[in-house]
């Protein structure tokens, strides 16, 4: 059906089947709303149209989670909102299940869920091809991993909080411009090279258990690689990931892979981890490995724990 004579519910059901070019529609429509809610709350500064930004970038990924069509408007302004709070207090992201529960349903605990099952995924990873590397590192990380916080993600991409904030910023409005101007284009297919990435993830870990290891980590990655350790000491080669790996094992410790992110030059692996029975909390629930490549083999590899073990009480 043709996007101009539908009507604006109509056009909410089409984005949630996973229509790019409807979803463009409903952005570009909503976008001075936006703007004017972030401007009531920021003022007319920049921080106002980060927050917009922002705002756009959580709609791609929650727009399935939207229970009635007709309200999104105030369900868009309720995400400005949100992101402005966010702008004002500094600190950890207020969860958008919390923004005016009464308008979002929670279909899918996955956190790329729409992504991962329509073209909006293809229309994401295009635009985000776009992007500089380091630009692009810091968005991955930030709305499809764990690492989500300024302070975690400065320690992986090992820079300032500062920085991170600054590349953030460039990113959304990159980003957001990129996603606007090519809603109505085609996108190439990410579904191949997404599941050939997972499965050489899952084949990695699966050496670790069977006692290949040592091989496997050699047709992924160049001689002469630079890990980064969870403790941000950095080494050469691959004898620190086996020796690391083969002490894990010996105590029971497991990795499986339960989410991988590609970009056009990184991998990103989300293993959890299963500790040992007898020793339930002896290690943090998932470590996070960030590949960068080229020309198909890794050359860096950063290992984090994005949070930390089960036991250990933690501050509200």
């Not at 090279?193 to 258990?209: K, N, S, Y």
């Not at 691959?238 to 410790?253: E, F, H, K, Q, T």
């Not at 892979?257 to 030059?265: E, K, L, P």
Request: with cysteine; charged share 25%.
């Amino acid at each position: 059906m043709d996007n101009a004579l539908l009507t604006e519910t109509d056009l909410v059901r089409e984005a949630q089947s996973g229509d790019v070019h409807a979803l463009g529609l409903l952005l570009a429509t909503h976008q001075a709303d936006m703007l004017a809610v972030a401007y009531s709350i920021l003022g007319y500064r920049p921080d106002a149209e980060d927050a917009v930004q922002e705002a756009v970038l959580i709609v791609l990924r929650r727009i399935g989670d939207l229970r009635d069509p007709a309200a999104l408007r105030p369900w868009l302004r309720a995400i400005v909102r949100s992101a402005c709070l966010m702008q004002v207090r500094g600190t950890k992201p207020i969860p958008v299940e919390k923004v005016e529960t009464l308008l979002l349903s929670r279909v899918d605990r996955d956190p790329e869920g729409l992504l991962n099952r329509y073209a909006l995924r293809d229309w994401v990873w295009h635009a985000l091809d776009e992007l500089s590397p380091r630009l692009r590192l810091v968005t991955l990380l930030r709305y499809f991993t764990d690492i989500t916080s300024y302070e975690h993600i400065a320690q992986v991409c090992d820079v300032p909080v500062g920085t991170v904030r600054s590349r953030l910023s460039q990113a959304r409005a990159k980003l957001s411009e990129a996603l606007l101007a090519t809603a109505g284009l085609p996108h190439g297919d990410m579904t191949v090279p997404i599941e050939r990435r997972r499965r050489q993830a899952e084949e990695t870990m699966r050496a670790a258990r069977d006692g290949a290891f040592g091989q496997a980590l050699s047709d992924l990655c160049l001689p002469e690689v630079e890990i980064t350790t969870m403790k941000g000491a950095r080494t050469k080669g691959v004898d620190y990931l086996l020796g690391a790996m083969n002490r894990d094992l010996a105590i029971g410790v497991r990795q499986r892979v339960a989410d991988v992110v590609i970009g056009r030059d990184v991998v990103i692996w989300e293993n959890r981890l299963i500790s040992p029975p007898d020793d339930p909390f002896h290690c943090p629930p998932t470590v996070v490995w960030v590949n960068h490549l080229v020309k198909d083999r890794v050359h860096k590899i950063r290992l984090f724990h994005p949070r930390p073990r089960r036991d250990v009480p933690q501050a509200e």
